[in-house]
Nanobody
Framework: QVQFVESGGGLVQPGGSLRLSCAAS????????MNWYRQAPGKQRELVAT???????TYVDSVKGRFTISRDNAKNTVYLQMNNLKPEDTAVYYC?????????WGQGTQVTVSS
């Protein structure tokens, strides 16, 4: 059992940066992989980044070199640092985890990249 509270979204100009946070209440997430997904209008939900329980990370090609996923197990929080943002990054971003074969999702936070 876990609930996620996301924060950090907003409006930013192209080339700017945002840091998304996903704070979990309930279970400790230290032994679980954590993910960030995003969904743009009219598009399928897309896996953006993953961090394993051991700290290894993977990214979708379109964000490699610009985004960094990290976790602070003491705070039970996962972050997504987004640099050099582009208009095509505009989407609702969701944190996600699988616990005991069940999917858990944050409420989503809007990221808009526009001049």
């Amino acid at each position: 059992q876990v609930q996620f509270v996301e924060s950090g979204g907003g409006l930013v100009q192209p080339g700017g940066s945002l840091r998304l946070s996903c704070a979990a209440s309930g279970n400790s997430l230290s032994i679980y992989a954590m993910n960030w997904y995003r969904q743009a209008p009219g598009k399928q939900r897309e896996l953006v980044a993953t961090i394993s329980s051991s700290g290894s990370t993977t990214y979708v090609d379109s964000v490699k070199g610009r985004f960094t996923i990290s976790r602070d197990n003491a705070k039970n929080t996962v972050y997504l640092q987004m640099n050099n943002l582009k208009p095509e990054d505009t989407a609702v971003y969701y944190c996600h985890a699988v616990l005991r074969r069940l999917d858990y999702w944050g409420q989503g936070t809007q990221v808009t990249v526009s001049s």
